[in-house]
């Protein structure tokens, strides 16, 4: 993990998105998603933080904080259909698989999900 807030940030997204592209290797979108996170890092990981404040946290932080499925499977296409980032894709997992997924990876998402909210809020403003 990294020594900044920042950098831990960065580091457990990337590390939320690998796992996602290992459970779901035929989901080719995921890797690219993937991919394009890890170059916002390398270019400007500041960017990626911003996106996730700005795309996540107002609607989300508190329904992911209280493992609110049913409202992020309801918002989740809505957030798909009129807002497109590598950020957001992330929610595209409850609206396409969460009702087929395990408890154990519902449970290692929800995780994941806190963890990086966490994180979020503990990086300082620029």
Known sequence: ????????FCTQIINFFEDLQDTYPEEKDIAKATSALKLIKMANPRRLHTAFMEIVTPDFREH???EDEEYLIKHAKALLD???SDISFAFWIFDKHWSTMTHVNKKHIWNYL???VV???RVPPA
């Open 114 to 116: 806190k963890t990086i």
């Open 119 to 121: 994180l979020g809020q």
């Open 82 to 84: 009129q807002e497109y």
């Open 64 to 66: 992911i904080m209280t």
């Open 1 to 8: 993990m990294s020594s900044t807030p920042l950098g831990a």
